[in-house]
Structures are given as C-alpha cells and as structure tokens.
C-alpha cells in the first residue's frame, strides 16, 4: 500500500504539468502585443479625397437597413478598394456649461468626405468629414502581421458649431477627442462586424481640453475591413462575440497556478496521511 503512495503522487504531478500547459496554451491565443508604429494620421494621399453617397453609389453594394451608409475608400494608383466600413453612427460630445453636463449629437450623414492613405503596408485611415466634424480611424496590424486592429480614433469638432457654443478652448482650437486602446483584433482578409459596438473617447492634456470634456462614438450595424487588396466587398465577417480586446493574462495565470498548488497540496497531504496511517496499520499488526 505505502509503494502506491509515490504512484499516486507522480500522477498528480503530472496532471498539474497537464492543467498549467493548457492554461498557458489558452493564454497565448490571445492577439500578440502590437507593435508602435509611426504613422501620421493627418496626411492623405494627394486628390484622394472624395464626396459620396453610399448607398446610393453603384460602387457600393446595397444594404436594406435604412440608415446604414458605406463609406470607401480607393487606392489612388490602383483604384481598388482599400478601406471599407459599413455603418449608422452618431458621435456624441459631453462638455460642462455652468456646472451641468450638456451633450452636443451628430449622426455620420451618408453624404460625407472620404480621404485616407494606404501607401503603408501595416497602417492605414480613412478620415469621413462632414459639417463641423471629422472622424479619423486608424488601423494597424500585429507584429506577426496576423491580424489588423484600431489602434486610434480621434475625433474633432469645431467649437463654432451652434450646439459647442458653450464650449471654451484655448485660441478657439478645435475640440479633440481620442481612444488609443487596441480594438477589434481581427484576422488579416477578415472583415469585422458588430450589431452595436460603443467607443468612449478621452481628451488629451496636451490639448489643453476644457473642464468636463468627452465623448462617444456608437457603431450600429458596424462592418469594417482596411488592408483590402482583392475585391469590392466585405471578406466573411469575424463577429463581435469573439474577443474584442487584448486579454489581460495576469488573472488567468494567477487562477491557474493556484489552482495547480491547491490540488498540488491536497494530493500530497492525502498521500502522507495515507503513508502514515499504512505504516501505522502494519507497526500494530506487527505487535
């Protein structure tokens, strides 16, 4: 009986080998750490800019959702489609007037300006400008070049709108608002889409942003791809449900490798216990 105790416990041993490889399998599918590139939203490609009506281009494919508008943008020397989002989208702007919080809303019209830039590889944006706002989305791809993400939204507003009146910037600079967290980690030739999917933007202190300021940006029927090279429409879609932000791996672990030293502990008190009680059982039997 005692020789079963070392079985016992090598078995152990392994099956808690077993569980911390799994745990660490599971946590190394999640999107790789993205690299920093440097890219400057704030240029376009020369003449790229373009005013369009989605819905109602023959370029654009048809969508029976009222509302939803495609927005593209074309590669200027190859005239393909670089960039595609499909969307209703308003963005909202929060700011503090006289110590109560006032909110300014513009729905994105399907008659907007579109520029961008794809000359880079692993960095794009598309800008869609309409009156008084702008909203530029930038998109990178992770090291590997595996899958593309949103790296940066920034959005701008002009504080002569009648609705920012109440706003007061430094030298009347436009209202900017920023989110430069990692979104939507999609395979490269994927497109991604979501029912509704909400953005908090932050201002940024170098800004020098009035007291009070954010904002959001709501997605409805979102669907968007960038790095497009073959094709006019949408690649299958990698829906919402799936992962849309880089998993943290310090909980996990955390759980995993406690859970391995509690069943660790367990197995080998039982294993002591049943050796002592086996050596006692024989040492009576003995006398």
Request: aromatic letters at 10%.
């Amino acid at each position: 009986m005692a020789r079963l105790v070392p079985t016992v416990y090598l078995k152990c041993l392994m099956i808690c080998a077993t569980i911390s490889s799994f745990s660490a399998l599971t946590l190394n599918q999640g999107t790789s750490k993205p690299r920093h590139t440097k890219f400057t939203s704030s240029t376009t490609d020369s003449g790229s800019g373009s005013l369009v009506t989605p819905t109602s281009s023959s370029a654009s494919p048809k969508d029976n959702n009222s509302g939803v508008a495609y927005y593209r943008y074309m590669n200027g020397k190859s005239g393909t489609t670089c960039i595609l989002l499909k969307t209703d989208a308003v963005v909202e702007v929060k700011f503090k007037l006289h110590e109560i919080e006032e909110q300014a809303d513009s729905y994105i019209p399907e008659k907007a300006l579109i520029e961008g830039n794809c000359k880079n590889e692993d960095a794009q944006f598309m800008r869609i400008s309409w009156t008084g706002y702008s909203l530029v989305i930038s998109f990178a791809k992770t090291p590997g070049g595996e899958r593309w993400y949103i790296n940066n939204l920034e959005l701008t507003a002009s504080p002569d709108l009648s609705q920012l009146h109440g706003i007061t910037t430094q030298g009347k600079s436009a209202i900017k608002l920023y989110h430069k967290q990692m979104l939507i980690p999609t395979p490269v030739g994927r497109s991604y889409a979501c029912d509704e999917m909400e953005i908090n933007m932050e201002t940024d202190e170098d800004d020098h942003p009035p007291p009070g300021l954010r904002g959001t940006v709501i997605f409805r029927l979102l669907q968007v791809q960038p790095f497009m090279y073959r094709g006019e429409t949408f690649e299958p879609a990698f829906e919402c449900r799936a992962q849309t932000f880089v998993r943290d791996e310090t909980a996990p672990i955390a759980v995993g490798s406690t859970l391995a030293i509690a069943v660790l502990m367990t197995i080998s008190g039982y294993g002591i216990y049943r050796y002592f009680k086996v050596k006692n059982v024989q040492y009576n039997t003995m006398e």
